[in-house]
C-alpha cells in the first residue's frame, strides 16, 4: 500500500532554515506528481507545492516563492522541500502527497518558527 514518512522538521528562528524529507513506497513514484501541503495550527489543510514527475515543472504558493524549493530523486522514491528564511507563518505540520488534496499522506513532519 502506498505509505509516506515526512522527515526533517523541528523548531526554527525566523529567518532560518530547514529541509523536509519524504520517502515514498508502494506506488510508482517516478509517475507521480507529487505535492507539499501544511497545516498551520486551528486551520485547513493547503497546498504548498508541487513537482512534476520528472521535476520539470514545479509550482509554489504565493507566500513562499523564492524561499522554498522542492526537489525529487526518482531514483530513490524521495521527495524534498527546501525551505529557508523562514517565518513564524510557516509554522505547521508539513505533508507530502500524491495528490492536491492530501487524500493520501504520511503522518507529517512538525514545523515550528519562532519569531
Known amino acids: 500500500q502506498v505509505q509516506l514518512v515526512e522527515s526533517g522538521g523541528g523548531l526554527a528562528q525566523s529567518g532560518g532554515s530547514l529541509r523536509l524529507s519524504c520517502a515514498a513506497s508502494?506506488?510508482?513514484?517516478?509517475?507521480?506528481?507529487m505535492y507539499w501541503l501544511r497545516q498551520a495550527p486551528g486551520k485547513g489543510l493547503e497546498w504548498v507545492a508541487d513537482?512534476?514527475?520528472?521535476?520539470?515543472?514545479?509550482a509554489y504558493r504565493d507566500s513562499v516563492k523564492g524561499r522554498f524549493t522542492i526537489s525529487r530523486d526518482n531514483a530513490n522514491n524521495l521527495l524534498y522541500l527546501e525551505m529557508s528564511e523562514l517565518k513564524p507563518e510557516d509554522t505547521a505540520v508539513y505533508y507530502c502527497?500524491?495528490?492536491?488534496?492530501?487524500?493520501?499522506r504520511g503522518q507529517g513532519t512538525r514545523v515550528t518558527v519562532s519569531a
Open positions: 502527497s500524491p495528490y492536491r488534496t492530501g487524500g493520501i
Open positions: 508502494g506506488f510508482d513514484f517516478s509517475m507521480a506528481w
Open positions: 513537482i512534476g514527475n520528472m521535476g520539470e515543472s514545479k
